[in-house]
């Protein structure tokens, strides 16, 4: 089946790119730019990948972004997801990434985008592998930070086509950035956003009604407000579910409890994505599995999941 699953093309909607950052690509990042670290080497990095919460992880998370310094760095991280693509037969991929990590320890943003977008350029001349770029807010921030952030890629905005918002879910409800995604929706960019995660179904209908989002990022919880699933289900409004991640940050305690397939027969576009893969176990094709694995997913609906992802895109 794994083999089955992984020639299927299908597109990855929500994935962030430093959380795309392997631990071997870790340490020889850590090595070319001099930086200490307090793993003693790979196993002990991976061993530390035990989370029970959003934050527990994301903590780990900023750690290990730390490593990354130059537009080289940028470049080989999103390169090296690039090829994991390549070799699932992701055929298009718009994935996230997080200026404010790097700005706020004095990374230039422009060394940011200057690496990750020479690399998806690559990527489709040399790979095969269509991408659009995606930029977040970290939500645990203030607004006006955000703002700051939008007033930084305005000049590269060539370089990406939406704005997203992620990071800490839980009391960052998505009316805090309301006149952000308004200017940014004003300067032409579409909307995403993490809801639904941690967060209550209130914060899926503050990001449709208040951010005018085109798609949910996770959405899970939206199962437990009928109203909403089924607006969701009516308008088909696109869910980026991240299995893996929501077992490994205890969402759900096992997959066999998993709602994406449930959903996916109540007629939602629920799509499979690996959200952060280095630190969660799986790309897109292992969360595919795990589906199989765990749910009992048909090859009939991993086609209709994969179809969704292809019809889910920003960008055609």
Not at 32 to 49: K, M, Q, T
Not at 94 to 123: C, M, N, W, Y
Not at 192 to 216: C, S, T
Request: hydrophobic share 40%; net charge negative.
């Amino acid at each position: 089946m794994y083999e089955w699953l992984n020639a299927l093309p299908k597109a990855e909607l929500h994935m962030h790119l430093e959380g795309s950052l392997e631990p071997e690509l870790l340490f020889r990042l850590a090595e070319r730019n001099r930086i200490g670290l307090p793993w003693e080497n790979v196993d002990a990095l991976r061993s530390a990948y035990a989370f029970n919460n959003l934050q527990a992880f994301l903590d780990l998370y900023y750690q290990g972004a730390d490593v990354l310094r130059t537009e080289q760095d940028f470049y080989d991280l999103t390169w090296a997801y690039l090829q994991k693509c390549k070799a699932q037969n992701v055929v298009h991929t718009e994935p996230f990434f997080d200026p404010q990590t790097h700005t706020d320890r004095g990374i230039p943003f422009e060394v940011v985008v200057r690496g990750i977008s020479q690399a998806l350029k690559d990527g489709e001349r040399q790979l095969g592998v269509k991408s659009a770029l995606i930029l977040s807010f970290l939500r645990h921030l203030s607004e006006d930070q955000a703002q700051a952030t939008l007033d930084q890629a305005l000049p590269y905005r060539d370089t990406f086509v939406a704005v997203g918002l992620d990071s800490s879910e839980k009391g960052h409800p998505p009316s805090k950035f309301k006149r952000v995604f308004d200017r940014a929706r004003s300067e032409g960019f579409f909307a995403v956003a993490h809801a639904g995660e941690e967060g209550p179904p209130e914060y899926i209908w503050e990001a449709l009604d208040l951010l005018k989002i085109q798609r949910i990022d996770h959405g899970v919880r939206a199962i437990e407000d009928e109203r909403l699933m089924q607006r969701i289900i009516d308008e088909q409004i696109p869910l980026t579910v991240c299995p893996l991640s929501n077992i490994k940050l205890c969402v759900f305690d096992h997959m066999a409890k998993h709602n994406i397939l449930d959903m996916l027969e109540r007629g939602v576009k629920v799509t499979v994505n690996s959200d952060d893969p280095a630190y969660f176990g799986g790309y897109v094709t292992e969360n595919f599995e795990a589906l199989h694995t765990h749910l009992g997913m048909t090859q009939q609906q991993a086609q209709r999941l994969a179809q969704n992802s292809l019809d889910a895109r920003l960008v055609k």
